[in-house]
């Protein structure tokens, strides 16, 4: 895949979970969408007030949990992946 975020956005494709942590199979209908990706791409990071590169604390292959409207949804070579903001990271499991 060609694509780099740009600044501190990130490019990162949702993790399903198939049951419940009591072993319950939750039909397609009734599931909501997972809170929990992981990093496929990084932009470079932010510019602070004296022009120098700040780093992303995440790195690529790292799994996040985000907020549940967080992100912008976008098809990339026939996947469903989210583009967002590391502020709208929470943290890194």
């Known amino acids: 895949m060609k694509f780099r ?4 956005r990130v ?4 993790v399903d979970e ?3 942590t009591g072993g319950i199979i939750i039909p397609d209908t009734a599931k909501e969408k997972p ?3 992981k990093i ?3 932009g470079p990071g932010s510019l602070d007030k004296n022009g ?3 780093p992303l604390d995440v790195q690529i292959g790292d799994r996040v949990l985000f907020g549940k409207w ?3 949804e976008t098809m990339i070579v026939g996947e469903e992946l989210l583009i967002m903001k590391e502020s709208d990271i929470m943290g890194i499991i």
């Open 11 to 14: 490019l990162l494709k949702r």
């Open 40 to 42: 496929l791409a990084t």
């Open 35 to 37: 809170m929990e990706g």
């Open 70 to 72: 967080s992100g912008t």
């Open 52 to 54: 120098a590169r700040v």
């Open 5 to 8: 975020p740009l600044h501190d």
């Open 18 to 20: 198939e049951t419940t």
